[in-house]
C-alpha cells in the first residue's frame, strides 16, 4: 500500500482528501502545519507528499525547499488556492514536481497521484548528501562533518549510514542490514550488525547511550530517524 503525507491546514479538505483517498488504496496520513510536515517527511518513508502553499508556521515552499536540502527525493505536489504563474515557477524550481490550484476537480488530482506514483522509482533514491541534528553528510565525498568539523567514519559506517537514511523511518532487520551492506548470502553472526551500530551511534549520536537518531526496534532491528 503506498503511503501518501498531506501537509494541509483545512480540516474539511483534510477529511475529504484522506477519504477519497482511502478509497482508492492509499495510506494517508496528514500534518497541518509546515513544521510538523517537514518533520514527518523526514522521518518516515512516504511515496508521495500533497503539500498545500500557505501552511501555519511554515509554507509549503520552505518545506519543499528543505526536503530537497537534505536529500529526500519522495515526490511533491502542491496544494494552492493562489493561481499566479510565478508562484507555479518557484515551486518547480524549489524541487516541488506538480502544482495543482484550488479548487480543484478530484478526478484530476488523483489521476496526478496515480502518474507520480507510477513514476516513483520501486526502490528508495540514493542519496548523495543528507542533514540531520547538527550533522551534514556527503555520501559522495565520503564526508560527515559537526559544525565544520569533521568525523572520522569509516568506509563500512558510511555505507551503513548510507542505508539507514535512505530507509529512513523503516525497521530494518539485523539480517537485512548484513545482506545489503555488507553483501552476505550466508549471515555469518547479526552480532556484526549491532558492533558497527555501536561504533557509528559513538561517533553521530549526541549521546550514545540514549540514541535520537538510530533507535533500537526490539525483537527486530533498528530504525533511522534522523
Known sequence: MKRILLVEDEPGLVLTLTDRLSKEGYAVESAADGESGLERATREAFDLLLLDLMLPRMSGFDVCRELRRRGIETPVVMLTARGQVVDKVVGLKLGADDYV????EMAEL???VEAHLRRAPAVPHPVEGY???DLRVDF???EALREGVALDLSAREFQLLR????????TLTREELLNEVWGYNSMP????VDVHVAWLRQKIEP???HPQFILTVHGMGYKFAG
Request: charged letters at 30%.
Open 110 to 112: 488523483l489521476a496526478r
Open 207 to 209: 549521546n550514545p547511550r
Open 131 to 133: 542533514v540531520f541534528g
Open 189 to 192: 553472526s547479526t552480532r556484526t
Open 163 to 170: 542505508y539507514f537514511v535512505e530507509h529512513r523511518g523503516a
Open 140 to 142: 559522495r565525498k565520503a
Open 101 to 104: 490550484t484550488k479548487p480543484f
